[in-house]
């Protein structure tokens, strides 16, 4: 309940102009459709503490025993009673909301991306494997080269005129900010902190070039005539050729780099800006519109799929490509000799929707788009942007190779098909294919552990202005109850399709509320931050041992649906457990499964046969339906 005073601010609020969340440098949207659609939105409430707390308890229940969950309902009594602490918390956070935009979007970009100090690399930004194309060679990957950046220019026109259509969630529209933050963003490190800077379409500087990496050199090459039409598709490749040609012997990897933990790079990149053609280089790169990687030949083996994947998330290490990225930049695509495609994206600024619409796009593009020739422009040649090392940076860089390659090593990554079905099957049983889903991942994991875990599901929040995520939890009560009754032989299949509809259903309510603005984990994390920026000491609720197995998400999981055959992926978030992207088609499911090599106690390959013989075991489940 707001206070007499705080309601009386809400009478008198006015709602503010759009402007970017303080970390963003730069990200200014100019008058127009979009800036007119952001200042319509809605913003993002503050739930009701009583609500909260009472979800939060049951979100925990099955990852405890019961003395545990006893101990943590007496401290989420103590904090939730009326005039105490939780109270207090919730009225200076309600205050907050009022005060700005969103009493959220800081915060998270904050604490979530630009404090975090692992590397951008396996533990922030995901890759996106595009299905391959029919080319070999080098005149091959440089003519499809030039074609997706043809096509993302494209689509670059419909940012910069404000013309992107918004995107919905049922009759909801939702925020299209994220859209504005894509083109011309990098994340730039520093020694505590990060920021991001962003020359977008309201910005002073229009940058007119892309940055194209081959051999580990990087160029600057104009993309735009004089009178700002973007070139045709011939004239870029002819300055790909170009790049190529200057850059026919591989250059010392300063990319690699980008890949160190961000304290680290953060200090390095202090020093190479001391140098005058070193900034230069930065500049260039941290402005351009995107980078194009070249990327050199790489030998697949037996598994193509999981190569190409390990490909577009890190390059494949110190030996391979990975010397050739820039993983601070926000878009960063590759096109590999073999017809591999895709793109590494830094996560600060969006989420994964906008960048497969971008992509939807650009592969639309590809497929349709005939080839145009213009011999009525000369573009400026491309530009090499140098880098000057001395001892200090040589050091960096081989730490960074060593640092790359552990990593690399250690990441397990296995794309599986299911072609079995796809999310045609739950909708014929008029189930929510994405709980299904997520209830087929609870059963898989518990086949193989026995016990649930904390699992994280991103849920979008962009039903409101400046909306990013929040957590849909999917390990459950009801889902516990499922996957301990389709273990049990004893219990009739009539109950076990009862439980599943339960856990279903249980999902989807949760799911609904969750992008609705009424989930309890960026809630919670508000009012600890509340605290923390108070002076007061950190509540007993969030130094619980409970709370913190709440947060070790042992399955980090995200559905990133694309019309085409995609498929994201990213790096567990903890040791001890996997990442799980899926890209549910009508007649099949793409998943990609992550997990670390160096735990014992995970294996994405034993994952994803569990999870293959959980989704044929809950089809069989549902088709003794008709025979009950």
């Known amino acids: 309940m707001l206070s007499r005073t705080a309601r009386a601010m809400v009478k008198t609020a006015k709602q503010q102009p759009w402007k970017a969340p303080e970390f963003f440098r730069g990200a200014i949207l100019p008058p127009g459709r979009m800036l007119a659609h952001q200042a319509s939105m809605p913003r993002l409430p503050v739930p009701a503490l009583s609500q909260t707390l009472e979800k939060y308890l049951r979100a925990v229940r099955p990852l405890l025993d019961d003395e545990e969950f006893q101990h943590t309902t007496q401290l989420v009594e103590e904090f939730g009673k009326q005039g105490g602490l939780g109270d207090s918390l919730q009225a200076k956070l309600q205050m907050r909301a009022l005060e700005r935009q969103s009493w959220l979007a800081d915060w998270w970009l904050q604490t979530a991306y630009l404090d975090f100090r692992m590397p951008v690399v396996l533990h922030v930004s995901p890759g996106i494997v595009c299905p391959p194309q ?5 005149e091959g990957q440089l003519k499809f080269a030039a074609q997706m950046v043809a096509g993302l220019l494209d689509y670059k026109v419909q940012i910069d005129n404000q013309s992107v259509p918004i995107d919905k969630l049922g009759k909801n529209s939702l925020c299209m900010d994220q859209y504005y933050k ?11 902190r990060d920021q991001v800077v962003v020359y977008g379409p309201g910005s002073n500087v229009r940058p007119r070039h892309i ?6 050199k990087f160029f600057a090459v104009d993309v735009y005539d004089e009178n700002w039409k973007p070139l045709s598709q011939d004239l870029i490749h002819a300055q790909l050729q170009k790049v190529v040609y200057y850059s026919r012997y591989p250059s010392e990897p300063v990319g690699i780099l980008t890949s160190e933990n961000r304290n680290t790079w953060g200090k390095i990149y202090k020093l190479l800006k001391k140098d005058k053609s070193n900034k230069a280089s930065l500049d260039a790169i941290n402005k351009s519109i995107f ?11 037996d598994h193509r799929k999981s190569s190409i994947a390990h490909q577009l998330m890190h390059g494949g290490g110190s030996e391979l490509n990975s010397g050739n990225r820039w993983f601070d930049k926000t878009l960063q695509f590759t096109v590999g000799t073999d017809g591999a495609i895709g793109l590494t994206y830094e996560h600060s600024p969006a989420e994964g929707p906008p960048i497969i619409a971008l992509l939807d796009h650009m592969m639309d593009y590809c497929s349709q788009a005939p080839e145009v020739q213009e011999t009525t422009v000369e573009p400026k040649e491309p530009e090499r942007l140098p880098f000057t090392t001395n001892d200090k940076i040589l050091e960096a860089i081989d730490n960074a190779k060593r640092g790359l390659d552990v990593q690399v090593k250690d990441l397990q990554l296995k794309p599986v098909t299911f072609h079995e079905y796809g999310k045609g099957f739950p909708k014929s049983q008029k189930m929510s294919p994405d709980s299904y889903i997520q209830i087929a991942l609870q059963l898989a994991y518990y086949k193989l552990y026995k016990v649930p875990c904390a699992t994280y599901e991103s849920g979008s929040t962009r039903m409101f202005h400046l909306g990013r995520t929040d957590t849909i939890r999917s390990a459950s009560v009801e889902s516990l109850e499922f996957c301990k009754a389709m273990e049990d032989s004893g219990v009739p299949p009539g109950e076990k399709i009862a439980l599943l509809k339960r856990a279903i259903d249980g999902h989807k309510k949760y799911a609904q509320e969750t992008v609705s603005g009424q989930g309890i984990d960026r809630h919670l994390l508000g009012l600890k931050l509340t605290a923390i920026e108070s002076g007061l000491n950190v509540p ?13 998400f042992k399955l980090s999981t995200s559905q990133v649906p694309s019309k085409y055959d995609s498929f994201l992926c990213f790096g567990p978030v903890v040791p001890d457990g996997y990442g799980f992207c899926y890209n549910p088609r009508e007649d099949h499911l793409n998943f990609c499964i992550s997990a670390f090599n160096s735990s014992p106690e995970t294996d994405a390959d034993k994952l994803a046969e569990s999870l293959h013989q959980s989704l044929l075991d809950m089809r069989e489940l549902l088709s003794t339906q008709a025979k009950l």
Do not use: T
């Open 182 to 192: 894509l083109f011309s963003a990098c994340r730039i490190p520093g020694e505590r």
């Open 540 to 552: 007993d609720l969030f130094m619980d041992s409970a709370y913190e197995q709440a947060l070790h």
């Open 134 to 138: 029919n080319f070999n060679g080098q």
């Open 211 to 216: 940055v194209v990496a081959h051999n580990n």
């Open 291 to 301: 980078m194009l990687c070249l990327d050199q030949e790489v030998p697949r083996g």
